[in-house]
Structures are given as structure tokens and as C-alpha cells.
């Protein structure tokens, strides 16, 4: 289980403030040059959309639905900001895979 889960983090982009193309690139060199089966989109937030807008444009721009939404698993993290309040987020986190 330990080797899945390092196997996973391999193939993982975490979505923040870089340039939307960046994420997109990051995407399709995953399964392009490392020929990687199947790819994590991770975000936090306000960068959720982002996450969605990501995906959608690797699969079906530049991957010509060589790819599927494999999976899509949402939760939310409470955690302490630095004023002290408890905080909750929101997470998502997208599974491409190759067909």
C-alpha cells in the first residue's frame, strides 16, 4: 500500500497560483513523456474551479479524449489559522486515466 500511494503522489499536480497553462502542460507530460496511466488533480479552496477548468481542458484539448474523469473525491480540512480560529476548506481531488 505505501508503494500505491508513493506510485500516486509521483503523478500528482496540486493546483495553486501558477499560470493555468503551466497546470494544463504538467498534465499532458505526465502522460505523454512518463506515459503515466493515470494522473492526480489535487486543490484546496478557492482554486477548486481552477482544478475543474484544468481537467477538462487537458482531456479534451489536449489529450483529444484520450483521457476520462476515472474519479472525483471531495472533502473538507478544519484546520487553525493565525488568529486562532478553526477553519474548515474545502479539498477536491480528480483522477485522469487513460482509456
Not at 3 to 21: A, C, L, Q, R, S
Not at 66 to 89: A, L, P, T, W
Request: aromatic share 8%; net charge positive.
Amino acid at each position: 500500500m505505501a508503494e500505491e500511494k508513493k506510485k500516486n503522489n509521483d503523478n500528482t499536480v496540486f493546483i495553486g497560483n501558477k499560470p493555468f497553462m503551466n497546470y494544463v502542460t504538467g498534465i499532458v507530460m505526465q502522460f505523454t513523456t512518463q506515459n503515466a496511466s493515470e494522473v492526480g488533480i489535487k486543490a484546496r479552496g478557492k482554486f477548486i474551479s481552477r482544478a475543474v477548468d484544468v481537467a477538462e481542458v487537458a482531456s479534451k484539448r489536449f489529450l483529444e479524449n484520450k483521457v476520462d474523469i476515472k474519479d472525483i473525491k471531495i472533502d473538507s480540512e478544519e484546520f487553525e489559522n493565525k488568529e486562532g480560529k478553526n477553519v474548515r476548506v474545502s479539498t477536491i481531488e480528480l483522477t485522469l486515466s487513460k482509456k
